[in-house]
């Protein structure tokens, strides 16, 4: 088991190291539903610790899709910015709260931004 686990992790590094940038916003978004879904569910569960921890990981994910995003490229940019910002912060209110009121109503709107780059991604690739 212990050798399975290290070429899975061998794997998973080298899937991040080759990947291109696009393919990396692909990765934090997927992570920022599953790390939401988990936040959610450890509230249902009353796992307060769990919850943070989940919860946290996803604000840090928009939080680096904020840092990293050139605002410069226009209007779009700088929206994009806001809807970060807006699930950043409604995340850290969710997180703060324990509000699963506010989780079932941003992991969809991750969902969505996620969707989005993927059909992004998929049509500048050429395939539809």
Request: without cysteine.
């Amino acid at each position: 088991m212990y050798g399975t686990a290290n070429a899975y992790n061998a794997y998973k590094n080298n899937s991040i190291n080759y990947a291109s940038k696009e393919q990396l916003l692909l990765m934090l978004l997927d992570g920022g539903v599953k790390f939401s879904k988990i936040g959610r569910q450890a509230i249902l569960d009353k796992d307060i610790p769990k919850a943070h921890e989940y919860l946290t990981r996803a604000q840090d994910i928009f939080a680096e899709l904020m840092i990293s995003l050139d605002t410069s490229a226009g209007s779009w940019a700088e929206q994009l910015f806001s809807v970060y910002d807006f699930v950043k912060d409604r995340l850290g209110y969710a997180n703060f709260k324990k509000d699963i009121n506010v989780m079932n109503e941003i992991i969809p709107i991750i969902e969505e931004i996620r969707d989005v780059w993927n059909e992004a991604y998929r049509i500048s690739k050429g395939s539809k």
